[in-house]
């Protein structure tokens, strides 16, 4: 079993719409988790740190189930300019590195 | 906020030579970095966990005579690729945090083809 995995899409939706993107992952002793997002040919960026109690920045919801060792993106009005591929990353702790997912292609039509 | 430089961004070399890329944290001490290849439609894998002043741990099935990893100081690390061959072509990215946990930053990275 993968130690993070991603459904890898690709999400074909339409302008405004709304999506969300799941990831579970293995290690229940993990510390952090984020989304990352990259396009094509450049590097991951930051987008938003995941928190328990879930968090909001602007259209993206970030949630957190540590029992079920999942974790959610949901994007609102999706812009064309979300187009992008979004990594689901967990920091693992003691082992000290970051594990990314396979990530999840998005594509938001006009 | 926080800026990881990396170069160069792209380079092109005939196999058997030796590529050196260059990560520095502009603005922060990173006492960890790490480098990260990634192949066409695939995920960022982890080669190497470097921190300052210590020798470099790989991950598994990276060869460490073959990837050189030196971070002699707090806002430089850099990755040697050695006696290049065509399957080493990848895109290689750093990524350098100052507290491990909270808040990693990317490099641009370094497409690297070998001919």
């Known amino acids: 079993r993968k130690e993070v995995e991603q459904d890898p899409g690709p999400f074909n939706v339409p302008e405004g719409a709304t999506v969300a993107f799941n990831c579970t992952y293995s290690n229940s002793a993990s510390q952090s988790f984020f989304w990352y997002r990259q396009d094509c040919r450049k590097e991951p960026k930051l987008l938003m740190s995941?928190?328990?109690s879930g968090n909001e920045d602007g259209r993206f919801t970030a949630q957190l189930n540590r029992a079920s060792q999942y974790i959610s993106l949901l994007i609102r009005d999706s812009k064309l300019s979300d187009s992008a591929t979004y990594l689901c990353v967990v920091y693992g702790g003691a082992t000290n590195k970051l594990i990314f997912g396979t990530g999840t292609l998005l594509a938001v039509q006009p | 906020g926080a800026v990881v430089s990396q170069h160069p961004s792209r380079v092109i070399c005939k196999s058997g030579t030796s590529v050196k890329i260059e990560c520095r944290s502009l603005d922060f001490q990173a006492t960890t970095m790490f480098w990260y290849r990634q192949f066409p439609k695939k995920s960022l894998m982890l080669m190497a966990t470097s921190n300052e002043g210590s020798k470099a741990t790989y991950e598994q099935g990276v060869e460490k005579d073959k990837f050189l990893i030196n971070h002699a100081s707090l806002t430089l690390s850099t990755l040697t690729v050695t006696s290049a061959h065509p399957e080493d072509s990848s895109f290689y990215i750093c990524s350098a945090t100052e507290s491990p946990g909270y808040g990693y930053t990317f490099g641009s990275g370094t497409r690297l083809t070998v001919v």
């Open positions: 995941v928190y328990s």
